[in-house]
């Protein structure tokens, strides 16, 4: 959970499935003012699912504003000007629905299930509890307390303070080097005054989208929002902007190394490996390197889990993830083992690399991953929050396309292009690498 | 403030395979997927004494070989396709998941019968899967919260089929062998069975399901009948770890999801964890800043459930957080809910039910857990009904039939455990325990 900071503890959803090239089409449109609006009709889904994103993740924050973006997300369920504190959940979850919302580097996303009937009265309350937040100072002293809380939380995870040592170390003078957390001191310094200016900074039209999805029927989004704070909302203060997040924009440079760190409480070795690979905006790498991902470690027949796992029977797990991020996406290793196999461990891990930088993969390797890729895509498009979520997402960042669009992108890579232009991103050279193993 | 009410599920098609497993059938509209759930009776709770983890063992073997094919060829057919097919134990069941395109489907759905009729248990699948299972468990001290939890489960269950968690126990597994799986195996099916697909699957399921010629799969509906029960002692357990918060469990052995007392206790979850306007949140969370992390644990069970309240909160608030949580538990037993919290539980519970059904998953795992509990497919709507009839006199009658000892799980620091371990003692539901320190 480094990538996102969910204001509600919970546990994952059960996931879903899809499979047929018929995909429900978007419809879009833009508010006077910029902002971005996608709806998706899902007739078989039993509710609708509202998805507010706004460009306010944690790499937008100033020197003096650590933690704020996260922070600001748990003050937003305080109430604004004409709802109380609580009131919002009250209401929503007495209308049968339920809600959250999660921090990420790059942006901020308020969602909301709800009855197909009661969409109209949900849309009311969650634009105006995320575009006009009271900011109480005693609400604002108190939620401080629960981040706190949740800090140290993640703090007793040993497996959080790893991934997060990893990220400092990978990314020194980058956002996505810092917790999304905050740290304690930032955290006690903040006041109400300086969240308010950070809203009013990065909760402007040109930074928000809105998504909808499920049973949404004849539901009239335009007519609803021509009114709504969300058509109220007055274009940019560019000066006000200028210099304060550069450093949030800077392209990120992951910095190589090898570093060992020692934590109690830790039961198996781990080591973890964070690499650069090409930001969100380059949808064509992207696809790319999801599929070099899945062929390295997706499934008994992948190639690090046939071999570690499998074969050599060196780890308990491993896994490779690609985060997508728009500054410069990272690819993520997490090995768990018996301390005692840490070095076996990383020379397999460099041997699997140099027998694809050799020999590309199988054209059959390459098709099993593209399947597997493709199917979890489909399956996740099931549900109306996964699809509300997808697209309000593509709108927010300007890449809005059809639903087919990234199925389509997966057939452009070949096994030779797979090995000439992604294998050498995954070079254990250039790798951030943190090996943590019981103090 | 009204909530809508759901629409019930709609009427499925049935039939039964000549072995005997019944088979539910959801066709729905939307993407071309299927969902297939196999739920088979005797999870980790049916493991004998000396060899608890055997059901989760057993499943993951399931999945490494079977009938003609090898674990790799397994892998090759469901990975190459891009489908997934996993196996696990739960406390009252076995569970076989297939998640598949449509178009897949009649490729994936064979490989079901022969995982339970016909599993290899090769012997080096099995020290690979036994492996994993022992690093699995070990790892899962890392957690505080996982740590609290294994004491009080203890608590209350003691050494019965639920005093354990599926993974198994760390000896007992590490002498596991073929012998045993062997035997775990031919008992497959024997306490009942039930297959429920949702989505679009193929024409000619039941040819698919079960081979026309070759041996047929002995199983049965599972029937209703009573599930493993849980202790009643109330007592303080703790365990030592040096964190930054203690965590926190307050929990009881309740019923199981037939007995009618369960949709009570779901809606008093309802009213004390689920969503943000829940009591527990709002009190301990919003208003004192307790908490990150607060809720109400209640799986479904055959048996006793546990009920069990859970919170993490800084050390040094050790005796705020404690006092706290006991007072909401004791108001439970002090007061019947007010009629807007009723109304509002309600709300939750109806909701739960709506966005419980917006995938072929959710709803095939859901049927198939009901059916397997020997309950019929219309429970979940029946609850709903059952539900909007109790009242909050109703709710108050069952906080005090079934939650009046509770035991107290703690997981932190030595200064924390010590003022928790006194704001216990201190309170009504402490004072009347008898004090059990590990």
Redesign the interface.
Same mark, same amino acid.
């Given at each position: 959970m480094v990538f996102s900071q969910d204001?509600?503890?919970s546990q994952d959803?059960?996931?879903?499935? $899809?499979?047929?090239e018929i995909f429900p089409s978007p419809l879009a449109f833009q508010l006077d003012n910029g902002v971005q609006v996608v709806t998706v009709e =899902? +007739? =078989?889904?039993?509710?609708v699912c509202l998805d507010f994103w706004c460009q306010a993740g944690s790499r937008t924050e100033a020197a003096e504003e650590y933690g704020l973006a996260h922070f600001l997300e748990h003050m937003v369920?305080?109430g604004s000007g004409q709802l109380a *504190?609580?009131e919002f $959940?009250?209401r929503i #979850?007495?209308?049968?629905?339920?809600?959250n919302a999660a921090t990420g580097f790059d942006d901020v996303h308020y969602h909301v299930?709800i009855?197909p *009937?009661?969409a109209p009265e949900a849309l009311d309350l969650l634009l105006d509890l995320v575009l006009h937040p009271r900011l109480d100072p005693d609400d604002f002293g108190? #939620?401080?307390?629960?981040?706190? +809380?949740?800090l140290? =939380?993640s703090? $007793?995870?040993?497996?959080e303070v790893a991934f997060q040592r990893l990220l400092a170390l990978a990314c020194p003078g980058h956002p996505y080097g810092r917790p999304i957390l905050g740290d304690r001191r930032s955290l006690l310094d903040h006041d109400p005054q300086r969240m308010a200016r950070f809203h009013r900074r990065r909760y402007q039209p040109g930074h928000c989208s809105l998504g909808m999805a499920g049973a949404v029927g004849d539901l009239d989004l335009e007519g609803l929002l021509a009114s709504s704070p969300l058509a109220g909302l007055s274009p940019p203060d560019h000066q006000a902007d200028a210099g304060l997040t550069a450093a949030g924009f800077m392209p990120l440079r992951l910095q190589s190394g090898r570093h060992d760190l020692r934590l109690?409480?830790? #039961?198996?070795g781990r080591l973890l490996m964070a690499w650069s690979f090409p930001a969100a905006a380059d949808l064509d790498a992207v696809a790319g390197a999801d599929l070099l991902t899945t062929l390295l470690a +997706?499934?008994?027949?992948?190639r690090l889990v046939q071999r570690l796992?499998?074969d050599l029977?060196l780890v308990?797990s491993i896994d490779l993830d690609l985060n997508v991020l728009e500054a410069g996406s990272l690819g993520l290793l997490e090995a768990?083992f $018996?301390p005692g196999q840490a070095e076996r461990v990383e020379a397999q891990i460099s041997q699997v690399w140099q027998e694809l930088c050799a020999a590309p993969p199988t054209e =059959?390797e390459l098709?099993?991953a593209?399947?597997?890729?493709?199917?979890?895509y489909?399956?996740g498009? #099931?549900? *109306?929050?996964a699809v509300a979520g997808l697209t309000g997402h593509q709108g927010l960042w300007g890449r809005l396309a059809p639903l087919s669009h990234p199925l389509e992108l997966l057939e452009a890579w070949s096994p030779e292009r797979i090995r000439s232009e992604m294998v050498p991103l995954l070079d254990p050279g250039k790798a951030c690498r943190l090996l943590v193993l019981p103090a | 403030m009204s909530a809508l009410l759901h629409p019930p599920l709609p009427t499925p098609e049935t039939f039964t395979l000549q072995g005997g497993c019944p088979v539910w059938v959801l066709r729905r509209s939307g993407p071309a997927i299927v969902s297939a759930k196999l739920w088979i009776r005797g999870g980790s709770g049916a493991d004998p004494r000396g060899q608890r983890g055997r059901a989760q063992l057993l499943a993951g073997l399931l999945s490494r070989g079977c009938g003609d094919l090898s674990g790799e060829a397994m892998a090759d057919l469901v990975e190459g396709l891009g489908d997934e097919l996993r196996c696990e134990a739960t406390e009252d069941g076995l569970l076989i998941s297939l998640k598949c395109a449509s178009a897949d489907s009649a490729a994936l759905l064979p490989l079901l019968h022969a995982m339970v009729l016909n599993p290899w248990l090769a012997s080096d699948q099995i020290s690979l899967e036994r492996q994993l299972n022992l690093q699995a468990l070990l790892r899962q001290r890392e957690d505080p919260f996982q740590q609290a939890h294994d004491l009080l489960r203890h608590q209350l269950f003691g050494e019965g089929p639920y005093g354990h968690d599926p993974l198994g126990v760390e000896d007992e597994l590490a002498a596991l062998e073929r012998p045993q799986l062997l035997e775990a195996a031919g008992r497959l099916g024997a306490e009942g069975a039930v297959l429920v697909i949702t989505g679009q699957p193929p024409p000619q399921l039941p040819a698919l399901l079960e081979p026309p010629a070759g041996p047929l799969w002995p199983t049965a509906p599972p029937l209703a009948a009573a599930g493993p029960g849980g202790r009643s002692i109330a007592a303080l357990v703790s365990t030592e770890l040096d964190t930054e918060q203690l965590v926190l469990m307050l929990g009881a052995a309740t019923v199981c999801l037939a007995d009618p007392r369960s949709v009570a206790l779901r809606l008093l979850q309802c009213h004390l964890g689920v969503g943000m306007s829940s009591r527990l949140f709002v009190v301990l969370r919003e208003e004192q800043g307790l908490a990150y992390d607060v809720g109400v644990h209640l799986p479904a069970r055959r048996g006793a459930a546990p009920f069990v309240l859970h919170l993490s909160s800084s050390a040094d608030r050790a005796t705020e957080a404690t006092t706290q949580l006991l007072e909401e538990w004791q108001r439970l037993l002090d007061q019947p809910l007010t009629t807007e919290e009723w109304q509002l539980a309600l709300a939750k519970f109806r909701g739960l039910v709506a966005t419980g059904r917006q995938t072929c998953g959710q709803i095939a795992d859901r049927q198939a857990l009901v059916l397997g509990h020997g309950l019929p497919w219309s429970y979940p709507d029946q609850a709903s009904q059952q539900a909007e009839a109790l009242d909050p006199e109703a709710l108050w009658q069952a906080a005090r039939s079934l939650l009046a000892r509770p035991s107290l799980s703690l997981c932190g620091p030595a200064a924390a455990l010590a003022a928790a371990e006194r704001a216990w003692a201190a309170h009504p539901l402490g004072s009347s325990a008898s004090a059990l320190l590990s």
């Amino acid at each position: 959970m480094v990538f996102s900071q969910d204001l509600v503890f919970s546990q994952d959803l059960v996931f879903s499935q $899809d499979s047929e090239e018929i995909f429900p089409s978007p419809l879009a449109f833009q508010l006077d003012n910029g902002v971005q609006v996608v709806t998706v009709e =899902q +007739e =078989q889904a039993p509710v609708v699912c509202l998805d507010f994103w706004c460009q306010a993740g944690s790499r937008t924050e100033a020197a003096e504003e650590y933690g704020l973006a996260h922070f600001l997300e748990h003050m937003v369920f305080k109430g604004s000007g004409q709802l109380a *504190a609580g009131e919002f $959940d009250r209401r929503i #979850e007495a209308l049968g629905g339920s809600s959250n919302a999660a921090t990420g580097f790059d942006d901020v996303h308020y969602h909301v299930l709800i009855p197909p *009937a009661a969409a109209p009265e949900a849309l009311d309350l969650l634009l105006d509890l995320v575009l006009h937040p009271r900011l109480d100072p005693d609400d604002f002293g108190m #939620e401080k307390q629960v981040v706190l +809380e949740e800090l140290a =939380q993640s703090e $007793d995870q040993p497996e959080e303070v790893a991934f997060q040592r990893l990220l400092a170390l990978a990314c020194p003078g980058h956002p996505y080097g810092r917790p999304i957390l905050g740290d304690r001191r930032s955290l006690l310094d903040h006041d109400p005054q300086r969240m308010a200016r950070f809203h009013r900074r990065r909760y402007q039209p040109g930074h928000c989208s809105l998504g909808m999805a499920g049973a949404v029927g004849d539901l009239d989004l335009e007519g609803l929002l021509a009114s709504s704070p969300l058509a109220g909302l007055s274009p940019p203060d560019h000066q006000a902007d200028a210099g304060l997040t550069a450093a949030g924009f800077m392209p990120l440079r992951l910095q190589s190394g090898r570093h060992d760190l020692r934590l109690p409480r830790l #039961e198996a070795g781990r080591l973890l490996m964070a690499w650069s690979f090409p930001a969100a905006a380059d949808l064509d790498a992207v696809a790319g390197a999801d599929l070099l991902t899945t062929l390295l470690a +997706e499934g008994k027949r992948s190639r690090l889990v046939q071999r570690l796992r499998e074969d050599l029977r060196l780890v308990e797990s491993i896994d490779l993830d690609l985060n997508v991020l728009e500054a410069g996406s990272l690819g993520l290793l997490e090995a768990v083992f $018996d301390p005692g196999q840490a070095e076996r461990v990383e020379a397999q891990i460099s041997q699997v690399w140099q027998e694809l930088c050799a020999a590309p993969p199988t054209e =059959q390797e390459l098709e099993r991953a593209r399947r597997l890729v493709a199917n979890g895509y489909r399956f996740g498009l #099931e549900s *109306a929050s996964a699809v509300a979520g997808l697209t309000g997402h593509q709108g927010l960042w300007g890449r809005l396309a059809p639903l087919s669009h990234p199925l389509e992108l997966l057939e452009a890579w070949s096994p030779e292009r797979i090995r000439s232009e992604m294998v050498p991103l995954l070079d254990p050279g250039k790798a951030c690498r943190l090996l943590v193993l019981p103090a | 403030m009204s909530a809508l009410l759901h629409p019930p599920l709609p009427t499925p098609e049935t039939f039964t395979l000549q072995g005997g497993c019944p088979v539910w059938v959801l066709r729905r509209s939307g993407p071309a997927i299927v969902s297939a759930k196999l739920w088979i009776r005797g999870g980790s709770g049916a493991d004998p004494r000396g060899q608890r983890g055997r059901a989760q063992l057993l499943a993951g073997l399931l999945s490494r070989g079977c009938g003609d094919l090898s674990g790799e060829a397994m892998a090759d057919l469901v990975e190459g396709l891009g489908d997934e097919l996993r196996c696990e134990a739960t406390e009252d069941g076995l569970l076989i998941s297939l998640k598949c395109a449509s178009a897949d489907s009649a490729a994936l759905l064979p490989l079901l019968h022969a995982m339970v009729l016909n599993p290899w248990l090769a012997s080096d699948q099995i020290s690979l899967e036994r492996q994993l299972n022992l690093q699995a468990l070990l790892r899962q001290r890392e957690d505080p919260f996982q740590q609290a939890h294994d004491l009080l489960r203890h608590q209350l269950f003691g050494e019965g089929p639920y005093g354990h968690d599926p993974l198994g126990v760390e000896d007992e597994l590490a002498a596991l062998e073929r012998p045993q799986l062997l035997e775990a195996a031919g008992r497959l099916g024997a306490e009942g069975a039930v297959l429920v697909i949702t989505g679009q699957p193929p024409p000619q399921l039941p040819a698919l399901l079960e081979p026309p010629a070759g041996p047929l799969w002995p199983t049965a509906p599972p029937l209703a009948a009573a599930g493993p029960g849980g202790r009643s002692i109330a007592a303080l357990v703790s365990t030592e770890l040096d964190t930054e918060q203690l965590v926190l469990m307050l929990g009881a052995a309740t019923v199981c999801l037939a007995d009618p007392r369960s949709v009570a206790l779901r809606l008093l979850q309802c009213h004390l964890g689920v969503g943000m306007s829940s009591r527990l949140f709002v009190v301990l969370r919003e208003e004192q800043g307790l908490a990150y992390d607060v809720g109400v644990h209640l799986p479904a069970r055959r048996g006793a459930a546990p009920f069990v309240l859970h919170l993490s909160s800084s050390a040094d608030r050790a005796t705020e957080a404690t006092t706290q949580l006991l007072e909401e538990w004791q108001r439970l037993l002090d007061q019947p809910l007010t009629t807007e919290e009723w109304q509002l539980a309600l709300a939750k519970f109806r909701g739960l039910v709506a966005t419980g059904r917006q995938t072929c998953g959710q709803i095939a795992d859901r049927q198939a857990l009901v059916l397997g509990h020997g309950l019929p497919w219309s429970y979940p709507d029946q609850a709903s009904q059952q539900a909007e009839a109790l009242d909050p006199e109703a709710l108050w009658q069952a906080a005090r039939s079934l939650l009046a000892r509770p035991s107290l799980s703690l997981c932190g620091p030595a200064a924390a455990l010590a003022a928790a371990e006194r704001a216990w003692a201190a309170h009504p539901l402490g004072s009347s325990a008898s004090a059990l320190l590990s």
